[in-house]
C-alpha cells in the first residue's frame, strides 16, 4: 500500500539539541498529524494540522501543514531522552484512513 | 478516562488458522479503524467502521473481515492465516466528526507459524 516519504530514516543526537525531520507525497492531504511510537506501544498522538501553512505547537514540539499540502514538518526542540522513539507522520485525505509514513527513530544521546 | 483497548496482546497461530482479535474504544469515541503494523513499516489501513458498518476498506483481501457492535467495540477476523499475516494488528478510535484524530491502543502481536 501507498505510504509517506518520510526522512530522515534515522536520526543520533545529543541531549539538548533541535531536531528536524519532515515528511513528503505525491499527493495533496486535507490533514497532516505526528504521532510517536514506543517499542511494544501503539502510536500516541502529538499534533493534528488541519490548513495549509498552518503551524502548530505542543510544548517542545512544533509541526506545520506546507502549502502545497503535501508535505509536513515536524520540529523538536531541546531534546531530552524521553524523546527516544519513532516518529509518524499521517495524511488524512477525502476517504476516512490515514496514511503512514515509515517512520523516523530517533536516539538521543544523554 | 479509559484509552483504547486491545485483546489479547500476543497471539501464536498456525498457517491456515482463523483468529479474532478484540478491540474497545476510548471513551465517548463511536468510531474504529483497524491497522496492520510489520516490522520496520508504518501503520497500513485495513478498514473502518461507524454505525456498525464498514465505511472505508484498504487493499486488504476479503480474508480480512470485521464488525462492530453496538457498545462501539470491535472485531478483526483473519482466516487461512498466512506467514505474512504476522503483524502487530492496531485499533485506533475516533469520532465520526474529527474522524482523521485517531487514538491507537497497544496492539495485538500477531505471529503466524
Known amino acids: 500500500g501507498q505510504q509517506l516519504n518520510q526522512s530522515p530514516q534515522s536520526m543520533f543526537i545529543q541531549e539538548g539539541e533541535d531536531v528536524s525531520m519532515n515528511c513528503t507525497s505525491s499527493s495533496i492531504f486535507n490533514t497532516w498529524l505526528w504521532y510517536k511510537q514506543d517499542p511494544g506501544e501503539g502510536p500516541v498522538l502529538l499534533i493534528a494540522l488541519y490548513k495549509a501553512g498552518e503551524l502548530t505547537s505542543n510544548g517542545r514540539l512544533t509541526a506545520q501543514f506546507g502549502i502545497t499540502r503535501k508535505d509536513s514538518f515536524l520540529n523538536i526542540s531541546a531534546s531530552i531522552p524521553s524523546d527516544v522513539g519513532i516518529y509518524f507522520c499521517a495524511g488524512g485525505g477525502s476517504n476516512y484512513k490515514l496514511t503512514f509514513g515509515k517512520g523516523t527513530l530517533l536516539t538521543v544521546n544523554p | 478516562d479509559a484509552g483504547v483497548t486491545q485483546s489479547p496482546t500476543h497471539l501464536i497461530k498456525t498457517r491456515g488458522q482463523q483468529v479474532t482479535l478484540r478491540c474497545s474504544p476510548k471513551s465517548g469515541h463511536d468510531t474504529v479503524s483497524w491497522y496492520q503494523q510489520a516490522l520496520g513499516q508504518g501503520p497500513q489501513f485495513i478498514f473502518q467502521?461507524?454505525?456498525?458498518?464498514?465505511?472505508q476498506r484498504g487493499n486488504f483481501p476479503d480474508r480480512f473481515s470485521g464488525h462492530q457492535f453496538p457498545n462501539y467495540s470491535s472485531e478483526l477476523n483473519v482466516n487461512a492465516l498466512l506467514l505474512g499475516d504476522s503483524a502487530l494488528y492496531l485499533c485506533?478510535?475516533?469520532?465520526?466528526?474529527?474522524?482523521?484524530?485517531?487514538?491507537f491502543g497497544p496492539g495485538t502481536r500477531l505471529t503466524v507459524t
Open positions: 467502521y461507524y454505525e456498525e458498518e464498514e465505511r
Open positions: 485506533a478510535s475516533s469520532l465520526a466528526l474529527s474522524n482523521y484524530e485517531q487514538y
